[in-house]
């Protein structure tokens, strides 16, 4: 896979299913327009046909009477909106105008009323005009805001306070919609994850707890009446909620994760479930999952009834994989819950009707592909990775280590052509709550077409191995992820075909400040690095990323001289090899003063280093950003080893 290849990593969305209609959203970055590219698909026994026009349609919705699509269509300068559309196809009919767009919309029982959030900004601010004025301030000339709160702001959102995320409730089938309509919360609370009660009169949805009134990482299950009404607490968690579903018989499944305080860093994600209440009370939950083994990946779809079972998708050493856990369960072990799909591969998304689910799964050479199970038969009904194919995709293969404490270890190496002996990458991932899976890994695709082999690895931090293994680094960052990393890359380095004398590490985010740590404390052992927008300075950091006021006390601890001590930034003096400092303008998870402060001591402590700063972007630069972006930063990085790594 060569850089400008982004182009052929075509990624289906979440899939909707009803009867014969299965739909979903393709997207593909697009060099030539510099943005991301995607249009709704109807698959079938047939093959894909193009079932929407737009430049970016997503979020397909069928209702549940199958008669009609509900979908997003965005432009290329404007946010994406609402839109309805005969489900045997037709001319889309738009139903919403929201200055700052709209999410994916999520259909009534009755078939015609659609629930959705969307963010709604003060007068004034982000292209709505003052009361009385006719145009909006530049942005340059907004007034200023008045920050009272450590969560004022998200990367690759903005700013938060002056544009709530509100509940709507609109009518898909009237004759003469209203495009700007009403919304039924107050701007107290950002709200999520709209669902409605199967008789229709209410919306559940997610808010913090206490409906927003102070900082908190909690969060709670409120209902909402359709017609428009005071929210009222329905289920209150332990900790933090995400993704309700109401089944038939009024119990509400959500995923959660429990913690005091803001001790919520690498927590599994577990399936909850609570009986709807029709007191005026809320619902004690009761965890269907266990702990310590199953992580539910929430961002795959909300929790889907199946007959007496509830499909969920569990993280499990680099899967994703397709479970279904009992409605009776009670702190069920993974081993315990049937495994569906993904054994050695990744489900992205799903959605059930009857007795079928589809599926987008993504597997070691592919983006994706939309399957369908029906009873016990899995069909796969696209190809869209083919043309990736057929340029080349290198197989992963597993890689296991030993840690010098005995820890069991485990990975992936990519390889490139030809017999070797091969220059080697470490890559590391970010998070550290986070995990490299079996699925394509376009970095790895890149970089070992280019001749390099690349270890990928999930030491302790990561997520997918049991929580106390994501716990592991917790106030102990450098410590036992070092030592697994580097027994993983002791382990490839067995092999013949691979150079021990040519080694390189990079990484991003929390990989980034791998990159640093081991750079300063085994630079020995690498030849180069390339460090990504890392986290490098936890003093600073603590006060300048979006979720530092949380997450650092979380990892590091509020201790000024223990910062320090897990600071790369301390150890400057100590990196004698060349290194890149990487980062993006607008980056507010890691801020861009990270970069900075790093590069400038290694300036003065007179290291070879560069310092690649990209315009506009976020943290997300290498996953989302701009198409032509995300091609420079990779021919960044291959320029970078072909000078300090050169492939023979």
């Not at 929430?298 to 050493?317: F, I, K, N, S, T």
């Not at 029906?374 to 197989?395: K, M, Y």
Request: glycine share 10%; proline share 8%; with cysteine.
């Amino acid at each position: 896979m060569r850089p400008a290849d982004i182009e052929l990593l075509t990624v289906p969305g979440r899939p909707a299913l009803s009867g014969d209609l299965l739909l979903s959203a393709v997207s593909r970055p697009d060099l030539a327009s510099n943005s991301y590219r995607g249009s709704l698909v109807r698959i079938d026994s047939d093959g894909v046909t193009t079932w929407t026009h737009g430049d970016r349609d997503s979020a397909p919705a069928v209702s549940p009477d199958g008669r009609w699509v509900a979908f997003l269509r965005a432009a290329a300068t404007s946010a994406p909106q609402l839109y309805v559309m005969p489900a045997g196809g037709g001319e889309p009919r738009r139903l919403t105008a929201l200055p700052l767009g709209v999410d994916a919309p999520v259909w009534a029982p009755d078939s015609r009323r659609i629930a959705f959030t969307a963010r709604v900004p003060e007068p004034g601010r982000y292209g709505v005009p003052l009361p009385g004025e006719d145009e909006a301030p530049e942005p340059a000339e907004e007034a200023p805001r008045r920050i009272t709160r450590y969560d004022y702001r998200i990367d690759d959102i903005g700013f938060l306070r002056d544009r709530p995320k509100r509940l709507f409730v609109v009518d898909a089938l009237a004759d003469d919609p209203v495009l700007e309509p009403e919304p039924l919360t107050d701007g107290d609370a950002d709200v999520s994850d709209p669902a409605w009660t199967p008789d229709g009169r209410s919306v559940l949805l997610v808010a913090p707890r206490d409906w927003d009134r102070v900082e908190t990482l909690h969060s709670d299950v409120y209902a909402v009446p359709a017609e428009g009404g005071t929210p009222r607490l329905v289920v209150r968690t332990r900790g933090k909620a995400s993704r309700p579903a109401v089944a038939a018989d009024g119990t509400v499944y959500f995923y959660g994760t429990e913690f005091d305080g803001l001790s919520a860093a690498a927590t599994n994600t577990g399936l909850w479930a609570a009986a709807l209440p029709d007191d005026g009370t809320a619902a004690e939950p009761r965890r269907l999952t266990d702990a310590e083994s199953v992580d539910c990946v929430a961002a795959a779809g909300e929790p889907a009834p199946y007959g007496d079972a509830v499909l969920v998708v569990v993280g499990h050493r680099g899967a994703a994989q397709l479970r279904a856990v009992p409605r009776s369960a009670d702190h069920a072990v993974l081993d315990d819950l049937p495994l569906l799909a993904g054994e050695r591969a990744a489900v992205r998304s799903f959605t059930v009707d009857g007795g079928r689910v589809a599926f987008v799964q993504a597997g070691p050479a592919d983006a994706g592909e939309v399957l369908l199970l029906a009873g016990d038969t899995t069909t796969t009904l696209t190809a869209f990775s083919e043309p990736l194919r057929a340029c080349g995709v290198r197989p992963a293969e597993e890689l296991t280590a030993t840690a010098p404490d005995g820890y069991p270890v485990h990975g992936w190496l990519v390889l490139p052509e030809g017999p070797g002996p091969h220059p080697v990458l470490l890559v590391v991932h970010g998070g550290p709550f986070a995990a490299y899976e079996w699925s394509l890994f376009d970095e790895a695709q890149v970089y070992a077409s280019a001749g390099y082999a690349v270890v990928l690895g999930n030491p302790r931090g990561s997520a997918g191995y049991g929580e106390s293994h994501g716990r592991a680094v917790l106030r102990n960052l450098g410590t036992v992820d070092a030592d697994d990393l580097l027994a993983l890359l002791d382990a490839a380095l067995e092999r013949s075909d691979l150079d021990g004398d040519r080694v390189g590490v990079m990484g991003g985010s929390y990989g980034g400040f791998m990159t640093g740590w081991l750079a300063a404390h085994h630079g020995a052992r690498f030849r180069a690095a390339w460090s990504e927008r890392a986290v490098n300075a936890w003093d600073s950091f603590a006060g300048s990323s979006d979720i530092g006021w949380s997450f650092t006390e979380n990892y590091v601890g509020t201790d000024p001289d223990e910062q320090r001590r897990r600071s790369p930034l301390s150890y400057a003096d100590k990196i004698g090899i060349p290194f890149a400092v990487v980062h993006s303008e607008q980056d507010w998870r890691c801020p861009l003063e990270q970069a900075q402060r790093l590069f400038v001591a290694l300036k003065k402590n007179g290291a070879e280093t560069e310092f690649l700063l990209f315009p506009g972007e976020g943290h997300e630069l290498s996953r989302s950003g701009k198409p032509r972006h995300r091609l420079q930063r990779f021919e960044a990085v291959l320029d970078w080893w072909a000078r300090y790594l050169p492939v023979s």
